[in-house]
């Protein structure tokens, strides 16, 4: 008697971008959608080659990384995005010219797990990074005096009784507020990433998140939630916690802190998708200027099926709640 004919094959674990370079995430309508957000603001850091996360070694002789996959499929072979449309058209408003004076923008051709592993770094921040302990004392210094400065300016004393201190204190308060800029996604992952045949929603939500705005250097404050479906593969859940650390520990406005995370997480994992939804209070409309003491401002970014799907969407959003 013959037998049964066997059943389909069972797929593989390994995720298919690491067998065979593609990316779950390089669809028609997905690839558009990063290939627009990688390519809207020219950063400091555009000539740097991406390192690939699952080979960090892979530095080539003449200095690049081996790593095309990581860049928009349109600009691989173009590092320089002048010729690309969205840089050629002129904006509407000046103040709208896209410059290279906002180097920490998540909009950048380079993913966040970049040839120097600063994750998206701003100018001075290799510097600081790298600096001896003279040199960070030497900083500390500096800011000290700078804050001594700030405080006659408003006119107080700095040496009366309850101020002598206040300047060294509050430098090492902000260099303290600031710490994100001295880590990057990499270190932070630290290989926490597991094979895992699971394809349904991971949340971790109400993330607490304290950053400084950019603008007034005063505090917004607020919780995060972040989702995504895995593709094989799961990072570990404080990890989510930890990036989202990082990232709101630099000087920031909300939507690109929103969008960070939600990139960050997408290269390192390369997921079905991903959602990041940020609410907080923002003391630079609390304390001044408007001053509603009880408005909040919300912010998300969707990436893949998040995006695509308004039924996964929505199963999200109401599990948020």
Not at 85 to 94: G, I, K, S, W
Not at 149 to 175: F, H, N, Q, S, V
Not at 247 to 255: A, W
Not at 303 to 308: A, I, P, Y
Request: hydrophobic share 35%.
């Amino acid at each position: 008697m013959d037998s049964p004919p066997l059943g389909q094959k069972l797929k593989s674990a390994l995720p298919s971008h690491l067998s065979n370079g593609g990316s779950p995430l390089h669809t028609s309508v997905d690839h558009k959608e990063r290939e627009s957000l990688f390519a809207s603001i020219t950063s400091s850091a555009s000539h740097r080659q991406p390192i690939d996360l699952e080979s960090p070694d892979s530095q080539l002789s003449n200095g690049t990384v081996n790593s095309p996959t990581y860049l928009p499929r349109a600009l691989s072979l173009k590092h320089d995005l002048g010729s690309h449309p969205r840089f050629t058209e002129a904006a509407r408003d000046p103040r709208d010219q896209l410059t290279a004076s906002r180097p920490a923008s998540p909009y950048t051709l380079n993913p966040p797990i970049d040839f120097d592993g600063l994750s998206w770094p701003c100018l001075g921040t290799r510097e600081r990074l790298e600096a001896t302990p003279e040199q960070t004392q030497e900083r500390l210094i500096k800011l000290s005096g700078a804050v001594k400065t700030i405080l006659e300016c408003i006119g107080e004393d700095p040496e009366r009784e309850g101020l002598r201190g206040t300047p060294e204190r509050y430098a090492r308060a902000m260099l303290f507020f600031t710490k994100g800029y001295e880590e990057n996604v990499r270190d932070i992952v630290n290989g926490a990433v597991f094979q895992e045949d699971h394809d349904e929603l991971v949340i971790v939500k109400d993330i607490e998140v304290f950053s400084l705005c950019e603008h007034h250097l005063v505090p917004f404050t607020g919780k995060m939630h972040i989702g995504y479906i895995p593709n094989r593969r799961v990072l570990g859940l404080s990890k989510l916690a930890r990036i989202a650390e990082m990232f709101s520990r630099r000087l920031q406005v909300q939507e690109r802190l929103t969008k960070q995370v939600a990139l960050a997480l997408s290269e390192i994992l390369r997921p079905l998708g991903v959602a990041v939804v940020m609410e907080s209070s923002h003391l630079c409309m609390v304390m001044r200027g408007v001053q509603k003491t009880s408005a909040l401002t919300t912010t998300s970014c969707m990436l893949g099926r998040m995006r695509s799907s308004a039924k996964t969407r929505e199963e999200f959003l109401r599990l948020i709640k």
